[in-house]
């Protein structure tokens, strides 16, 4: 178990720009999990997937976000037209889920992104 | 909906004291609670987790919560902290399905030597 993995750790952009993220999640979790945390503040729900279906979206997440699962394995955050409100720490987290049973979700070290 | 309210956006103790952060949360369905903590830089890491079971739940590093339904409360306390405690501590809810977390502002711990 090498733990939930991010790609890059640190992206810096300027405003406009496209940036995409990359999590592995622990290799059995069928469930995976993008969250938002911005500077003293909680993280905040983004959007989760089973598997490869991508079964809910918050609100935060405007149409220049997209993430996907292709093969329920690794996931990818892209954000289209960056934007500097755009600059936050972003989070992977997965977890297993058998039947009703959800189990706890494991977090990844998070990508940093700050766009200029 | 759900929603966390951690009392205290920071917290200072000394080496040795007890530490108790505060977490009072809001849900129309029977919660599942959880402490995470954040060192700086770095992701979550789960810290105890209540799932209807019992009240008492003892983590890791020394750290309990008690769940208290009628106070709609799950403070987490250390008898003795220690220096390596210092870091900052999230509490989150979710309801028993998705298991999409809500979490609190946070509440920075600061271990005065």
């Known amino acids: 178990d090498t733990g939930v993995s991010q790609d890059p750790r640190h992206k810096i952009t300027k405003r406009g720009q496209n940036v995409t993220f990359r999590c592995d999640p622990i290799?059995?979790?069928?469930?995976l999990y993008w969250y938002r945390q911005t500077l003293g503040q909680g993280p905040e729900f983004l959007t989760y997937?089973?598997?490869?279906?991508?079964?809910?979206k918050s609100r935060l997440l405007s149409d220049r976000f997209s993430a996907e699962r292709p093969k329920g394995s690794f996931s990818t955050l892209e954000i289209q037209r960056t934007e500097q409100g755009d600059s936050a720490m972003y989070l992977c987290?997965?977890?297993?889920?058998?039947?009703?049973?959800?189990?706890?979700?494991?977090f990844g070290p998070g990508t940093r992104l700050t766009v200029t | 909906a759900q929603s966390v309210t951690q009392l205290g956006s920071h917290v200072s103790v000394s080496e040795g004291a007890l530490v108790l952060l505060r977490c009072n949360y809001s849900?129309?369905?029977?919660?599942?609670l959880f402490w995470y903590v954040q060192y700086p830089n770095q992701g979550l890491q789960l810290l105890l987790k209540y799932t209807s079971a019992a009240t008492l739940v003892k983590g890791i590093n020394g750290f309990e919560a008690e769940f208290k339904k009628s106070e709609t409360s799950f403070h987490l306390t250390k008898p003795s902290a220690h220096m390596s405690d210092a870091a900052e501590y999230f509490c989150a809810v979710s309801d028993q399905g998705a298991q999409k977390l809500v979490f609190g502002q946070g509440t920075r711990l600061t271990i005065n030597p």
């Open positions: 290799s059995e979790h069928n469930r």
């Open positions: 849900s129309s369905v029977p919660p599942y």
């Open positions: 987290a997965s977890s297993s889920s058998i039947g009703q049973v959800v189990y706890e979700q494991y």
């Open positions: 997937f089973q598997n490869e279906a991508q079964l809910e």
